[in-house]
């Protein structure tokens, strides 16, 4: 599955932006409204940091508890599109943030990424 | 939350050589662990996991093995193309999480 992110940039703490991942391509007879996706985060220099999961049909979502309450996932499965609106945001959430295909049970690992896509909140 | 620790956080090694990565996790996570390779600029690739399963397509000179706490990476003789940072991850819970990372360089 190929996945593209977008949605990038810079923005001022307190504000808003909303980032999103095209997906294309049948994994194992699934396409993407059938799994779970993911979004994975990487501070510049740093190390990679598991940010958010959603299921198929947006009944289940689960957030790292350094975003609850500021970033909710969502998806759009006519559109084969995964979005990830960040609210609120901190100097500390600056990153590449990543796309990430789960599987049909779950999103524990991730064999498909996208390139990524910069997010730059200053202070 | 459950910690991820790798050690050593930088490797420096030879081609041919034989090289060892470790991952410790806080509480025991049974199999449930996942080993990345990230190149600078790149997406991480999925090498192994479920502790020992080798990803599609990863060459077999990589291997994992360990369960409950602790965990290796190894890579039987290393190649140009290793020189890069490797991640262990857990799974199986809420939340997911990594290691700091281990950089292989020359």
């Known amino acids: 599955m190929q996945l593209v992110e977008s949605g990038g940039g810079l923005v001022q703490a307190g504000g808003s932006l909303r980032v999103s991942c095209a997906a294309s391509?049948?994994?194992?007879?699934?396409?993407?409204?059938?799994?779970?996706m993911s979004w994975v985060r990487q501070a510049p220099g740093r190390g990679l940091e598991w940010v958010a999961n959603i299921n198929q049909d947006g009944t289940k979502r689960y957030y790292v508890d350094s975003v609850k309450g500021r970033f909710t996932i969502s998806r759009d499965n006519a559109k084969n599109s995964l979005f990830l609106q960040m609210d609120s945001l901190r100097g500390e959430d600056t990153a590449l943030y990543f796309c990430?295909?789960?599987?049909?049970?779950?999103?524990?690992?991730?064999?498909?990424w996208g390139q990524g896509t910069l997010v730059t909140v200053s202070s | 939350d459950i910690q991820m620790t790798q050690s050593p956080s930088t490797l420096s090694a030879s081609v041919g050589d034989r090289v060892t990565i470790t991952c410790r996790a806080s509480q025991t996570i049974s199999s449930w662990l996942a080993w990345y390779q990230q190149k600078p600029g790149k997406a991480p690739k999925l090498l192994i996991h479920d502790a020992y399963n080798l990803g599609s397509g990863v060459p077999s000179r990589f291997s994992g093995s360990g369960s409950g706490t602790e965990f290796t990476l190894t890579i039987s003789s290393l190649q140009p193309d290793d020189f890069a940072t490797y991640y262990c991850q857990r799974y199986i819970s809420y939340p997911i999480t990594f290691g700091g990372g281990t950089k292989v360089d020359i």
């Open positions: 391509g049948v994994v194992s007879g699934f396409t993407f409204s059938g799994l779970w």
């Open positions: 990430a295909r789960g599987g049909t049970d779950s999103s524990w690992y991730w064999v498909d």
